[in-house]
């Protein structure tokens, strides 16, 4: 099946600094998923988007549906070391009649002191 | 709420050996999924059911196996264990499709076959 196209596949930052990932896609979506994933952990859903430009905030994090509906993406603002994890995203394209969706890879973020 | 449930956390297995991992939920969610998780990868759809009795093939079904026998419960099982199935497997849930109702997922299952 096809997945998302997420980027960067990492990122080394400094604790205060802004994060930026997204994810791509030639299908239309009619939701989009952000989790975060811990080191041994299940994946943990962070923002839900269930509308072309809807933009969603939860504390840091602030998420947004693209307009063409093919792409999202996510910012961490002000990161602190317990952002470390691999966030990844989740589709459902609008072709798909059940609850099918689509993954990214993950970004894994990295925050040094 | 414990929300969904794997068991066990950790496991392997020789060559040809089987065993089934559980996953239960309690939140009446209708829809229940299995997922792969290899490195590098996104998330792998094995097998899914829409309700109790319902049951389909994802992407990779090969080599596994799932009941429904309940709303709760949605076991998966590997018949014969092979090392192409070593990876962490994520079961999940969400109440329904569309609108508001986003996955959720159990801790995992990390399985080694030698």
């Known amino acids: 099946g096809q997945q998302l196209n997420q980027s960067p596949q990492s990122m080394f930052i400094q604790e205060g600094e802004d994060v930026s990932m997204n994810c791509t896609s030639s299908s239309i979506f009619n939701t989009w998923l952000w989790y975060k994933q811990d080191p041994g952990e299940g994946p943990v859903l962070l923002i839900a988007?269930?509308?072309?430009?809807e933009l969603t905030s939860n504390g840091r994090l602030t998420a947004q549906f693209g307009i063409t509906r093919k792409d999202s993406f996510l910012n961490i603002s002000a990161s602190i070391p317990s952002d470390v994890g691999i966030y990844f995203c989740?589709?459902?394209?609008?072709?798909?009649?059940?609850?099918?969706?689509?993954f990214g890879a993950g970004t894994q973020v990295v925050v040094t002191p | 709420n414990a929300g969904v449930t794997q068991t066990p956390k950790f496991r392997i297995l020789k060559i040809g050996q089987s065993m089934t991992l559980q996953c239960t939920q309690d939140m009446n969610h209708n829809y229940m999924y299995w997922y792969r998780q290899d490195p590098g990868m996104g998330l792998k759809l094995i097998y899914y059911s829409v309700g109790a009795g319902i049951t389909d093939k994802g992407e990779v079904p090969n080599g596994y196996n799932v009941s429904r026998s309940t709303t709760e419960d949605f076991p998966l099982r590997l018949e014969l264990a092979a090392p192409s199935q070593t990876s962490v497997y994520f079961c999940?849930?969400?109440?329904?499709?569309?609108?508001?109702?986003?996955?959720?997922f159990g801790n995992g299952t990390r399985l080694t076959v030698t």
């Open positions: 988007l269930y509308k072309a430009g």
């Open positions: 999940a849930s969400s109440l329904r499709t569309g609108t508001n109702s986003p996955l959720h």
């Open positions: 989740a589709g459902q394209r609008t072709t798909d009649s059940w609850g099918k969706f689509q």
